[in-house]
């Protein structure tokens, strides 16, 4: 059975059966605020070292909590990062690793476990998790990319909430969480900030227009703060602070060269603070090694609730206690990077140990390493400056070279290098280290089940002249497809299917339509409703073939034999906002007692566009 069939399986009878907290036998229920920003490093935080930042309120909190030095996210880029901070496994295991993915059907996530545990769970703003977990939604409008002038809740509903709800219903407690866009680009216009009197962190090519970017990033990070400041006075009109927890902590680094979308430090450390009155020590700041993995189990763990065996995280609850001073040995972390067709694909996987050695495998070293910054918002920004200065400065070209380009594996030593510049690999005296960090890496992975093969392949599709490939049990995001080049007239699916006994999907195409095994039989539903079935199949396996055209012709053909043909009112056949899925249907959840993952084997699915003839190029 298909590896990825075989996860996507373990994860929905596992977490079903065997992944529901139980209450442990002496539980205290606090409240929970979780203030989320997004794409802020603890570089960024005034309390953290930075000189010029000014983040009032996140430095209140530490000041009246615990300050963690060593947080780091799982990786780099949003989506990926919520996800697993709200299912506690690794992007890997619950499979959101490129950017925008969806995770495995029937992942449980963070409000299925604290609801089991009699807690109302509410997020405000931001979700960026798909399928969207089970949360109540208050606060939408401020969690849309655009306008901007929402991203700090000016209709003040999630401080609104903590008002009229916590302390109410002393039977049911409240964890909520509110998810800013702050300090996000497009990043404010500055009015705070003298940008020729910043300290230039050493990893940004220092030019008038990265000062005048870095001072824009700073006024976002100051509107996150005040945001936290006013959940922080609202939590004091309601005389509830000594019986709640209040984290702060952020998605991943920010959007510059080397940070975002990178397993660099500046990607990964992150924020993280907890004010727990009369739990956390004032003022008190712990070394432990956590991850954003550790986020729901510790959540779980607040709440009552026993630890779930088979999360990739763990509880740093008696770090906050007190009662431990070590959690961590290593964290993990990757970059699958985004899905768009202008990307290069260029994964890495890495760890960082508690004594602060940071080991990175990049694997595909010989490919230039593009993000938006350089593609998308080269002209908007500051990136122009730096190929500009890099033609006669040694010093820009050398970090612009860092940026673009990788080495195959990097060692740091975080304490000695903060800004992870001198690679490690080919010292002797780290020798010994570098085989330890290496090592390490190899048995995370065989545990978790990613293969060096698996990796280099990633969540993409394989394409070839006019057609392309999905193996069972994966998908592949519509931004993998540049729209003006697979545009058909003429749309073909074709596979070699066994098992059609066994009910489940065969394919999802962007949401526009899913073909189906239902009882020996295989059918079509389409977005509009219409849903067509052929008559049972003699043969359990057997070569499909489908062809729709663009005015709506459906033929559906099993063996050579036509068992479906009709004539739809629309166009299916242009990819949507979505994804083309082998064997499953990834972002939406199905209705409980039906199907989705399809149990029998799909072999060679392909989707052609306007012919299925090929004659070699002349």
């Not at 570089?43 to 963690?68: I, K, Q, S």
């Not at 945001?227 to 927890?245: C, H, I, M, S």
């Not at 060269?257 to 009369?278: D, E």
């Amino acid at each position: 059975m298909n590896y990825f069939l075989r996860i996507a399986l373990f994860t929905f009878y596992f977490t079903a059966f065997f992944g529901r907290p139980q209450l442990s036998a002496q539980s205290e229920r606090p409240n929970m605020i979780i203030f989320i920003s997004d794409d802020q490093s603890s570089m960024d935080v005034a309390c953290y070292g930075n000189p010029d930042v000014r983040t009032p309120h996140m430095d209140r909190l530490a000041a009246e909590g615990m300050r963690f030095t060593s947080a780091y996210a799982a990786t780099p880029m949003c989506a990926p990062s919520r996800s697993n901070m709200f299912t506690g496994l690794y992007p890997f295991r619950n499979g959101s690793q490129m950017n925008h993915f969806a995770v495995h059907p029937n992942t449980r996530m963070l409000p299925d476990y604290l609801q089991e545990l009699g807690y109302r769970v509410v997020i405000a703003g931001k979700v960026d998790v798909y399928p969207q977990p089970d949360f109540e939604h208050i606060g939408a409008y401020f969690g849309k990319y655009f306008p901007i002038t929402n991203r700090d809740d000016p209709r003040q509903v999630s401080s609104q909430f903590i008002k009229d709800n916590f302390g109410k219903d002393q039977d049911q407690p409240i964890c909520l969480i509110v998810a800013t866009w702050w300090p996000h680009v497009p990043w404010l216009k500055n009015e705070m900030y003298r940008p020729e009197e910043l300290t230039m962190p050493d990893y940004l090519v220092d030019t008038e227009a990265t000062r005048q970017a870095l001072a824009a990033y700073y006024e976002s990070t100051t509107a996150a703060d005040q945001l936290l400041g006013n959940l922080l006075e609202a939590l004091e009109t309601t005389e509830q602070q000594d019986n709640t927890v209040v984290m702060f902590f952020s998605d991943q680094g920010p959007q510059f060269p080397s940070a975002k979308w990178t397993t660099y430090r500046q990607g990964l450390n992150i924020p993280f603070i907890v004010r727990w009155p009369g739990k956390t020590k004032a003022g008190s700041v712990s070394e432990a090694l956590i991850s954003l993995t550790d986020l729901t189990p510790t959540l779980i763990d607040l709440a009552g609730g026993q630890a779930v065996d088979h999360l990739d995280g763990s509880s740093f609850k008696e770090v906050l206690l007190g009662k431990r001073a070590e959690h961590r040995e290593f964290a993990f972390a990757e970059t699958s990077v985004e899905p768009h067709y202008w990307y290069n694909y260029t994964p890495a996987r890495t760890v960082i140990s508690r004594d602060g050695l940071h080991y990175i495998r990049n694997y595909r070293p010989g490919v230039r390493f593009i993000t938006h910054i350089d593609k998308v918002e080269r002209d908007h920004f500051y990136f122009d400056s730096w190929e500009n200065l890099a033609e006669r400065d040694p010093e820009a070209q050398r970090l612009l070279h860092r940026y673009s380009y990788r080495p195959a594996e990097e060692l740091y030593d975080l304490e000695q290098d903060p800004w992870e510049f001198d690679n490690l690999v080919s010292r002797a005296d780290y020798a010994k280290s570098l085989e330890a960090m290496r090592d390490q890496l190899d048995r995370e992975l065989e545990r978790q089940g990613e293969t060096e093969a698996m990796i280099l392949r990633g969540s993409l599709p394989t394409f070839f002249d006019r057609s392309y490939q999905v193996e069972q049990g994966m998908s592949a995001s519509d931004q993998s497809f540049d729209r003006t080049v697979w545009n058909p007239d003429t749309l073909y699916i074709s596979a070699y299917v066994e098992g059609l006994e066994q009910n489940g999907f065969l394919c999802d195409y962007f949401g526009r339509f899913q073909l189906f095994a239902r009882d020996q039989a295989i059918g079509i539903s389409s977005v509009d409703g219409t849903d067509l079935i052929s008559e049972p199949l003699s043969a359990t396996s057997g070569h499909l073939l489908l062809r729709l055209t663009a005015d709506g012709a459906l033929s559906l053909r099993f063996n050579d034999r036509e068992i479906l043909s009709d004539q739809l009112d629309q166009d299916y056949t242009k990819i949507k906002a979505g994804y083309i899925s082998c064997g499953l249907i990834r972002d939406r959840k199905i209705p409980a007692g039906e199907p989705n993952i399809f149990g029998g084997k799909i072999h060679d699915f392909r989707v052609s566009i306007n012919t299925l003839s090929r004659s070699p190029r002349r």
